[in-house]
């Protein structure tokens, strides 16, 4: 079954402190894959997706098949960084996306 | 303030009674989507619906049914054979390209009592 895991309910990090948000998932086709951000009181919104191979205030995230896994990175943190962060899995090419359970990342000054 | 809207914020019922959330689009967007977020368990899919007049049971559908009757609207009824139902519910919506953005609502609170 198609599986995504995230596997740190919170990771806090100092301000400037690289950041390494983990996803593994389980698919053996080619996955879609994505990064979902909450911040406090705003909607959930889209980071980036891998398909787009792009960096997004700062963020990374390169697709390992051979791990199947999909970590966001960050070099320096900053404090409005602080969120919640979902990993998402589209298998089937429909737009039906499977989360993982969110990591809350809290950057202390 | 245009994209997705759902209505009401909160929402209190009592234990048997059936509800319906809104969840109201203007993105001009073939895709809805409702989710379910609880804590630790992420978002689960309930519903999907690709096109109008046609939707798909996501991972977690029994006791929750929707209706697609309208291109702008995908209501969500709880029902009361759904064992669970206080939980944080959220609408999304796409195009129907696959790997595109889905947009949020800001959710709907349901408290059954």
Request: glycine share 8%; net charge positive.
């Amino acid at each position: 079954a198609q599986r995504v895991t995230q596997p740190e309910k919170l990771l806090s990090v100092f301000k400037g402190a690289p950041v390494e948000l983990k996803c593994n998932y389980s698919y053996s086709g080619s996955p879609e894959l994505f990064w979902y951000v909450q911040y406090s009181r705003q909607r959930l919104q889209l980071l980036l997706r891998h398909i787009s191979r792009e960096s997004i205030k700062g963020f990374t995230a390169d697709l390992n098949k051979g791990e199947t896994s999909f970590h966001l990175k960050k070099p320096f943190a900053q404090e409005e960084d602080s969120a919640m962060y979902y990993c998402a899995l589209d298998s089937s090419n429909t737009g039906k996306l499977i989360f993982g359970q969110g990591t809350t990342l809290q950057v202390k000054p | 303030d245009g994209g997705i809207t759902q209505s009401p914020k909160y929402l209190f019922r009592k234990e048997g009674q059936n509800v319906t959330l809104s969840c109201e689009q203007n993105l001009n967007h073939d895709a809805m989507y409702w989710y379910r977020q609880d804590p630790g368990q992420g978002l689960r899919l309930i519903y999907y619906s690709q096109i109008v007049n046609d939707f798909q049971k996501g991972d977690i559908a029994e006791g929750y049914s929707v209706s697609r009757e309208k291109k702008e609207s995908f209501p969500l009824t709880v029902t009361s054979a759904q064992k669970n139902p206080t939980a944080f519910y959220l609408c999304a919506s796409s195009t129907r390209l696959a790997v595109d953005e889905q947009f949020f609502g800001p959710g709907t609170r349901l408290t059954v009592l």
